[in-house]
């Protein structure tokens, strides 16, 4: 009897393990970043009167690991990213991400209390590739949707496209990012996006 | 005549400066264009837009912005019939019907409100839903981005628009120059996000417009492109 009691134990114990290793649906995920980050920012009177810094520290912390900079990065340079070595990969990604958090940063100081519409997920729980449907809502003008396009990753579900009213965010940087390649090499797209991110910086000092 | 050869000549010098991208022959030309908008907007619209947003209350543009969405209603009920929804158009109608007696002439959104959400329709986007190719992609002086088949469907738009028939013309230009500060005021943050978000504000705009008229044209739901890196044949079906 004590055999099948410790059996017991270890079965529930695997099966409790179980429970908390299951990972956040997607669109509960979405929803649960999103509604946080809108509450601590409402909350916040230093982020509300324009300290960028903070923001940018903010969204580090809450929304940076729901993402996956890998895919975005590799995403948006199409076919020039198989022309990158693993060193220029790792700059591209880093580069890109601090561009990326900018302009996040930049989207959110712009919001002014509209409300979200968070849509029921359309898919099979097997998939492993989802969008997940958000719309802004505001007065006099159709609502404007949010598409994250997300896929499910050991470490849980990982944001790798953000589409804003129709537009693809990574693929409206492979234009840019191949004409840069094609130009200069990757090294030429590593200058850019770096000198891009400190001259964004530097207008956040002034 | 002159001014013709002038065009003619920025053209074809345009055109060996481009970087080749199939959507956009007349990139050289394009970009000329681009650079006189930009100082325009930078000169003029966005610092009159930045002053009607920080001096005039919230309240009072959200009205304007009500009034002048609730003309544009009955012609996007048009459109919509026109590309064959006919749901969707009866209740464009419905809502100019309710926003301009219940909503006090449009001041209101009500029909929002009750759950009618607008719509965003006009000629450009009939076009392509009747299988009309976008053509090379054009900027155009003062109005910016758009193509060929948008561009027709811009005139046509302008043609039925409902402020041409508005008089005295005093009256007129003012409704006009309003609606444009207004549409203007409420691009300001998304065109600073632009600014900081591209390494080359030309083709980020382009291909962002392209994007965009590709997901309105299909209601938000445009078909998978097949393969990320291949440019899409201009919406074929």
């Given at each position: ?206 | ?89 009866f209740l464009d109608w419905m809502r100019f019907g309710f926003n301009s007696t219940f909503g006090l002439f449009g001041l209101h959104d009500i029909a929002s ?125």
């Amino acid at each position: 009897m004590t055999r099948i009691l410790a059996l017991l134990a270890m079965t529930m114990t695997m099966a409790l393990g179980a429970r908390a290793q299951e990972l956040t649906p997607p669109d509960v995920l979405v929803k649960q970043v999103t509604l946080e980050v809108v509450s601590l920012i409402a909350k916040d009177k230093e982020i509300r009167g324009g300290n960028r810094a903070k923001l940018i520290g903010l969204i580090n912390e809450k929304v940076l690991p729901h993402f996956n900079f890998l895919s975005m990065s590799a995403l948006a340079m199409g076919q020039s990213w198989n022309k990158a070595t693993p060193e220029q990969k790792k700059r591209v990604i880093e580069e890109f991400k601090t561009l990326l958090v900018r302009t996040y940063a930049s989207a959110l100081a712009s919001y002014s209390d509209q409300k979200f519409d968070f849509q029921p997920l359309r898919a099979k729980p097997s998939d492993t590739d989802v969008t997940v449907n958000v719309r802004v809502l505001q007065p006099g003008a159709q609502p404007v949707p949010i598409d994250y396009s997300m896929e499910k990753t050991a470490s849980g579900w990982k944001v790798y496209d953000v589409m804003v009213g129709g537009v693809s965010l990574v693929a409206n940087y492979r234009t840019e990012f191949n004409n840069l390649v094609r130009e200069s090499g990757v090294d030429g797209l590593i200058k850019n996006l770096s000198a891009k991110n400190r001259a964004l910086e530097g207008a956040d000092r002034k | 005549m002159k001014w013709l050869c002038v065009a003619l000549a920025t053209l074809l010098t345009g055109c060996a400066t481009t970087n080749g991208d199939a959507r956009d022959p007349l990139e050289g030309l394009n970009r000329k264009v681009y650079a006189f908008n930009d100082k325009v907007d930078s000169w003029v619209l966005r610092p009159v837009a930045t002053g009607y947003r920080d001096w005039v209350p919230g309240e009072l543009r959200d009205r304007v912005r009500n009034f002048f969405g609730n003309i544009a209603d009955p012609l996007i009920g048009v459109n919509n019939m026109l590309q064959g929804k006919f749901e969707d158009g009866f209740l464009d109608w419905m809502r100019f019907g309710f926003n301009s007696t219940f909503g006090l002439f449009g001041l209101h959104d009500i029909a929002s409100d009750m759950g009618y959400e607008k719509h965003n329709e006009d000629f450009g986007q009939t076009f392509g839903r009747w299988g009309a190719g976008t053509g090379p992609y054009l900027v155009l002086p003062l109005l910016g981005s758009s193509n060929v088949r948008d561009g027709l469907g811009s005139a046509l738009d302008f043609y039925f628009d409902p402020l041409g028939e508005v008089r005295p013309y005093r009256v007129e230009y003012g409704l006009w120059a309003t609606r444009v500060v207004q549409t203007r005021a409420d691009l300001l943050d998304a065109s600073r996000i632009l600014e900081e978000a591209s390494l080359d504000k030309y083709v980020f705009q382009r291909d962002a417009y392209l994007q965009r008229r590709r997901s309105l044209i299909h209601d938000g739901q445009p078909p998978r492109e097949r393969d990320v890196d291949t440019i899409p044949p201009e919406e074929s079906k």
